[in-house]
């Protein structure tokens, strides 16, 4: 059955699905704050390594990991899970671990990381996530801040990076390596101790125990630790669960199943994998978010939903045009995408109940077009996949209803690490594409007189926000009638033009992300007289673009930057971003720039978000260009 199906079942059992009612409060007429009830009370005791032991007590031979080896998926159960906890738990406890001491990791998504986690939080101790691109001196300043007593790698790579950090600190945290078998070592010198010392530390930990140190990927500065408790992990996980896993399992009929392959030194990585062993959904792990890597991935696993970030469905989309257009079908594949997009309106105002659904006609196209495109679109996720939550970004509105029309049903939601992930989240029986969602369950979204989202509730770290206020997030916000958030920028990024109109950059961005060709951009403008933007080319996209017209596909940008066609084509994406916004808004030119924003290059944090100051720093000369030539 597609989306709409699954949506009206969902509406018809709305009871079942545990739906949280958003209060709406209103001030002088307009709506300034939103609460959601806790679906699941706040624990009085015990922590989140109790998890895989609950597990394994109430249902043993359940399956809660598919783990990857050289001859495909192998199931973890959940007693397994717990047998392997404890044995690393010894080790950790063998190797010098104390209760409260942290462990920093510093790996790619894989089984092994969850594993690690789990039992430092067994052995009483916090986990420290480092992102595994990290640079020897932001590894050493994680180390040195957080006081971090042993780190375990994944690689000899890492290890050698992570060796320089060392050499800098006045003390010097134990270098286990993943790869060259810490684990199985750690295991084995666990065996001399007391499985009974394990239950104790478990037993000693609290909600309000800290479970995890994790540092923001900040697009300005050194990385700032947020202590998130065993309190916040939970009011995040097992709200989550039970808002969305009625939906993910009761709703379609499926057995829910995931490929995690977020960086798990992200909190949203983090807390779904979380979610996923406390309800028992079976979850397997991917170390890479390129598509290209991914996609075989998804296609072995076959997920029913995934948690993904804009960038991953904006490839998608992307690779189902090019794929059209290398198949001489470039004008099927637009009729297609027009006719899904139309659909998933109607669809929504169906469900809205504010229009009549898809017509005769529509249903029709849709259904040729699901033979020709769009099973195309789920295959590259998998083939079974019937929902997917993005964040990180907004997700360009036209995109949601896109997949809509596929079949796939995307929630957006916000947060920070600050908030344990999610803030909020699109209710799962009222979508609604173009906003971030009500106040997850058990939290409360208020905007300050100047537009901005502050937030409270149970996933407020510790220490973020004073006991019972409001968290300032620093991003700008409207709220509609209804009490859906929709993010309209970042405060400090808010540029004003020497006419003195506002602009949030973000805005432009994220739209104009989203269109072919285009892989980065940036946009400029402060204290200028209009706004421009930087923009540079997706590889793979420009040199299909290229090949379809019988170019070379090693056309030196030198030549590209000042051709007719390929300015035409990026003239359009940027009329459509332009639709959004006032004129005076607007963007009034555009420079290509050589080259890609990326991690590698410092123009990217690991989260895949523009370091603004950067950008700006590296292409002054053509920033400076936009403006000098007029």
């Not at 462990?103 to 939080?121: G, H, K, N, P, Q």
């Not at 399992?249 to 030194?265: D, K, N, R, S, V």
């Amino acid at each position: 059955m597609g989306a709409r199906g699954d949506l009206g079942r969902a509406r018809r059992r709305s009871a079942s699905a545990g739906r949280a009612p958003a209060e709406v409060i209103t001030e002088d007429g307009a709506v300034r704050e939103v609460r959601t009830a806790p679906l699941v009370p706040a624990p009085s005791a015990g922590s989140t390594a109790d998890l895989p032991y609950v597990n394994a007590a109430e249902a043993p031979d359940a399956e809660v990991f598919r783990r990857r080896t050289a001859d495909g998926w192998r199931p973890v159960t959940a007693a397994g899970f717990a047998a392997e906890v404890t044995a690393l738990a010894r080790g950790l406890i063998a190797a010098g671990l104390g209760p409260g001491d942290r462990v920093a990791l510093m790996s790619r998504t894989r089984y092994e990381w969850t594993l690690l986690d789990f039992a430092i939080w067994a052995a009483g101790g916090q986990s420290v996530p480092v992102y595994a691109t990290s640079s020897a001196a932001q590894v050493e300043w994680i180390l040195r801040d957080s006081g971090a007593t042993l780190l375990v790698v994944e690689t000899t790579e890492h290890a050698a990076v992570a060796t320089a950090a060392i050499a800098e600190l006045d003390h010097s945290p134990e270098l286990l390596v993943i790869d060259e078998g810490c684990l199985d070592r750690l295991a084995s010198a666990g065996e001399q101790v007391d499985a009974a010392e394990v239950e104790a530390r478990r037993a000693a930990l609290t909600p309000d125990t800290i479970a995890t140190v994790v540092y923001t990927s900040g697009t300005t500065g050194r990385p700032r630790g947020c202590a998130i408790s065993h309190a916040n992990l939970h009011a995040q996980t097992a709200n989550l669960v039970a808002l969305l896993k009625p939906v993910f399992e009761e709703i379609t009929g499926q057995t829910p199943a995931t490929l995690i392959f977020l960086p798990l030194a992200h909190i949203l990585g983090r807390t779904i994998q979380i979610a996923c062993v406390s309800a028992r959904i079976v979850s397997g792990h991917c170390p890479s978010i390129r598509p290209d890597d991914l996609r075989p991935e998804l296609a072995a696993f076959r997920p029913t939903f995934v948690v993904g970030v804009p960038y991953l469905f904006e490839k998608i989309h992307h690779t189902g045009r090019a794929t059209a257009e290398r198949l001489g079908r470039g004008a099927s594949f637009e009729r297609a995408d027009r006719i899904a997009v139309a659909y998933g309106e109607a669809t929504l105002r169906a469900y809205l109940g504010t229009g009549p659904g898809p017509g005769l006609g529509l249903r029709l196209a849709k259904g040729l077009y699901d033979v020709l495109v769009y099973r195309r679109i789920r295959a590259a996720l998998g083939g079974r996949l019937r929902y997917a939550i993005s964040g990180g970004s907004p997700l360009d509105r036209r995109l949601n209803l896109f997949f809509l029309g596929c079949g796939v049903v995307i929630y957006e939601g916000y947060g920070l690490t600050e908030t344990t992930s999610a803030a909020t989240l699109i209710p799962p029986l009222a979508p609604r594409p173009g906003t971030v969602g009500h106040p997850i369950p058990g939290a409360a979204v208020r905007l300050d007189d100047d537009g901005e989202v502050l937030v409270r509730g149970g996933t407020v770290a510790a220490g973020a926000a004073d006991s019972g206020e409001w968290l300032p997030t620093g991003d700008l916000g409207s709220l509609d009638t209804d009490g859906y958030l929709r993010i309209t920028g970042r405060k400090k990024d808010i540029l004003i033009t020497t006419g003195g109109k506002n602009v949030s950059p973000s805005l432009l961005e994220d739209r104009l992300r989203g269109r072919p060709l285009i892989a980065q951009c940036l946009v400029v403008g402060d204290q200028r007289p209009f706004v421009a933007a930087l923009i540079t080319l997706e590889a793979d996209q420009l040199a299909h673009w290229l090949t379809v017209r019988g170019r070379p596909r090693d056309t030196p940008f030198a030549e590209l930057r000042d051709d007719p066609e390929l300015l035409a084509e990026l003239r359009r994406s940027v009329d459509y971003t332009n639709e959004a916004v006032s004129r005076a808004e607007s963007i009034r030119a555009f420079a290509l720039v050589d080259g890609e924003f990326s991690e590698a290059n410092g123009l990217l944090t690991p989260s895949l978000k523009v370091r603004r100051a950067a950008v700006a720093a590296a292409f002054a000369d053509e920033i400076e260009r936009l403006y000098g030539a007029r």
